[in-house]
Structure formats: C-alpha cells, structure tokens
Nanobody, 121 residues
Framework: QVQLVESGGGLVQAGGSLRLSCAVSGRTFSSYDMGWFRQAPGKEREFVAV???????YYTDSLKGRFTISRDNAKNTVYLQMNSLKPEETDVYYCAAGGSMFVLSGDVKYWGQGTQVTVSS
C-alpha cells in the first residue's frame, strides 16, 4: 500500500510563499507520476500541477510562473513551491499519485490526507 503524507501548509499573507512537501511510503515512488490538487469547501477538487516519473511537468494555466512542482526520487518526496499567493487560493491542498500525467481527480490512484493553506489579505 502506498501512503502519501503532506506537510508545509499554514497561514501566509497575500503575496507570500509556501512550500508543500509530500512524503511517499514504499519503494515504488519512482513508478508514479505525482501531482497536486486543491479544494475549497463546497467546491470540486481542482487540478494544480503534475510531474512525470521522468520529470516532465504540467500546470493549470492560471498558475504557470507562480507555482513549481518538483520531485526527489531519492527522498520519495514531491514538492510544490507556491509564490505570490492570493487569498482566493485558500484551500486544502492534496498530494496525488497515479500512473499517468493526470489532470482529472478520477485518474488519481492514491491521495494524501490534505494540508490546509490559508492566505490572508
């Protein structure tokens, strides 16, 4: 069984930065494409970014240039660097693992428990 544990969420002022981490258990981390989604209360889970096993990346258009996804296969960890954060980006951020460059939540095989990011105005 693969387990994903996020960390790094918290409270930040608008315009600030946060770096989320997701540690993955098991020896198969390098076999998965990894990604991040976010979800606000009462809304659907929204795709943020994905990184392939070989390091290729894809972002939702509105986040290009502000968010950066990366992975360290030696540490079984995926990261999301978030810069210039906006109050409307206050969400629970979820780490995800799957077998393809997923952009749909239905294609995700494993989820983390989520980490709260709150951006104050």
């Amino acid at each position: 069984q693969v387990q994903l544990v996020e960390s790094g969420g918290g409270l930040v002022q608008a315009g600030g930065s946060l770096r989320l981490s997701c540690a993955v258990s098991g020896r198969t981390f390098s076999s998965y494409d990894m990604g991040w989604f976010r979800q606000a209360p009462g809304k659907e889970r929204e795709f943020v970014a994905v990184i392939s096993r070989s390091g290729g990346t894809y972002y939702t258009d509105s986040l290009k240039g502000r968010f950066t996804i990366s992975r360290d296969n030696a540490k079984n960890t995926v990261y999301l660097q978030m810069n210039s954060l906006k109050p409307e980006e206050t969400d629970v951020y979820y780490c995800a693992a799957g077998g393809s460059m997923f952009v749909l939540s239905g294609d995700v095989k494993y989820w983390g428990q989520g980490t709260q990011v709150t951006v104050s105005s």
